[in-house]
């Protein structure tokens, strides 16, 4: 039985609580830290090793990636070999769908270009605007729009074409503040109008010599020369220069080549060149009687705008497919070709087929002359036609709609006589699904390389000159540039 209580045991006080002794800032700063180092370990045993929580920050769940860090340790254990020192082999990333897709488009993509000549795939053509700067003036991209069509062919006409553009952009130009024109008209201005053209088609060989030329004309104006006295002073170089290197250079070439036609030749050229074709106007006008065959090829059919234009001065001429070379050789007495660039090893870059129809004069010993601009001369070294070249779209290569459709009739009925496929058997198939046809590749080069030792000359304003002699005139034209 519990004892009673007294009275005096009843007026006491509670026992006091002990107080927590006060910790100092230097205490309780060490007190959170380690709390907080508590809550982390905490955090690392709940989320698994290091590797498998998400960086950046990133709120992932965690319960797959701990699943395959578990399997992944298993079959690392499980294939250590005996007496290692546990150290598991490394593990090689499974690939995701989405590479399986790269892998299986990458050949798909890169099957219709010809391997060879991959490097030669750089962009297509560009056909409108849309993606151009806007500091690309109006004269430029009406330019461009004329080189992919071909509406402006031919290495001099795109020269003159393009300078003839930079003069009107130049007059347009401004120079902004705290600039100096010879720096901002170069780069941050001339620079996009040139991308540009590249993304239309590749500069040729003159194009090229010419805007080297007119930067460095750039470069060497005077920087207290006032604005607009600068422009007219560039406008008026590039009208000498397209007048002595192109304009004079071919009357003296034409007046140069015209005294090689003599009486009663028969004249073979290829395509359609324009200082071939004042060379041959040239040789008419001067009494000379004469006989022109035209071998002409696909895609642009350029012997067709000469022949027009030797017909309507009364030349005659005969107007032959690329099939027809043998036969051309053999009644022709002199081949007169056109160029696009000449180069340092004396060998000839002209459209593609060129150096067949050389090779054909050659093997028949008809001299072959080469009517060509000193400003197409170029100091690059190449064997062939496959480290530079441009290739054209291959679309290029097909005949018109009607023409195609009439010669599938013609071939349809020659495999049902025969009693093959019909047309709907698939013996005959249009080519313009050439993309979704396995296996085929269609390559449209636009250019050749002829080698030297079937040129017999070389005539451009400087005069008469070997294939050998082409580096020699090339650094007496820079020279005079």
């Avoid at 151009?132 to 071909?150: E, N, R, T, W």
């Avoid at 350029?302 to 005969?318: F, H, N, P």
Wanted: aromatic share 4%; charged share 25%.
């Amino acid at each position: 039985m519990p004892e009673p209580v007294t009275a005096s045991e009843q007026a006491k006080p509670p026992a006091a609580i002990p107080e927590e002794p006060k910790l100092s800032p230097a205490e309780l700063k060490k007190k959170a830290k380690a709390e907080k180092q508590a809550r982390r370990a905490v955090q690392k045993e709940q989320q698994g090793p290091p590797d498998t929580r998400p960086k950046g920050g990133q709120q992932k769940s965690q319960q797959p990636q701990q699943k395959q860090n578990k399997q992944a340790s298993l079959d690392s254990k499980h294939h250590e070999r005996p007496g290692s020192s546990q150290q598991s082999l490394p593990l090689r990333r499974r690939p995701s769908q989405s590479d399986a897709t790269k892998e299986r488009e990458q050949p798909k993509k890169g099957s219709k270009q010809v391997e060879l000549f991959s490097h030669l795939y750089t962009q297509p053509r560009r056909h409108t605007i849309e993606g151009a700067s806007k500091d690309i003036h109006p004269a430029v991209l009406a330019l461009g729009f004329q080189m992919s069509s071909y509406e402006i062919c031919g290495s001099s006409a795109r020269c003159v074409a393009m300078l003839l553009a930079f003069k009107e952009s130049i007059q347009a130009y401004t120079t902004p503040n705290n600039w100096a024109l010879s720096r901002h008209l170069n780069s941050h201005y001339l620079s996009p109008q040139i991308d540009y053209l590249k993304s239309c088609r590749p500069i040729s060989m003159s194009m090229g010599n010419a805007i080297r030329w007119l930067k460095n004309l750039i470069g060497k104006v005077d920087p207290n020369m006032p604005e607009q006295e600068a422009k007219d002073f560039l406008c008026g170089e590039i009208d000498r220069f397209v007048h002595e290197r192109i304009t004079i250079s071919d009357q003296a070439i034409a007046t140069t080549a015209s005294a090689q036609i003599r009486k009663g030749a028969v004249l073979l050229t290829y395509g359609k060149s324009s200082i071939v074709e004042k060379t041959i106007l040239q040789a008419y006008a001067n009494g000379t009687e004469f006989r022109v065959v035209i071998v002409d090829a696909r895609p642009l059919f350029e012997g067709k705008q000469l022949a027009t234009s030797l017909m309507r001065a009364g030349i005659e001429v005969e107007y032959l497919p690329f099939s027809g070379i043998t036969h051309a050789v053999k009644q022709a007495s002199l081949v007169l070709l056109g160029a696009h660039a000449m180069l340092s090893n004396g060998r000839l870059q002209s459209r593609v087929g060129t150096a067949s129809i050389a090779l054909a004069a050659h093997e028949e010993h008809i001299p072959v002359i080469v009517c060509c601009e000193s400003v197409k001369f170029s100091d690059r070294v190449t064997l062939d036609s496959i480290v530079m070249n441009e290739v054209a779209p291959s679309e290029e290569l097909f005949l018109p709609a009607r023409v195609e459709a009439h010669a599938e009739n013609q071939a349809s009925n020659q495999e049902i006589s025969k009693g093959g496929d019909d047309a709907n058997g698939g013996a005959v198939r249009s080519l313009r699904d050439w993309k979704d046809i396995a296996g085929l590749q269609i390559l449209n080069l636009m250019y050749d390389v002829t080698p030297a030792e079937y040129i017999r000359m070389v005539i451009c304003e400087y005069g008469s000159v070997p294939p050998s002699s082409v580096p020699v005139v090339h650094r007496l034209a820079n020279e005079g540039m």
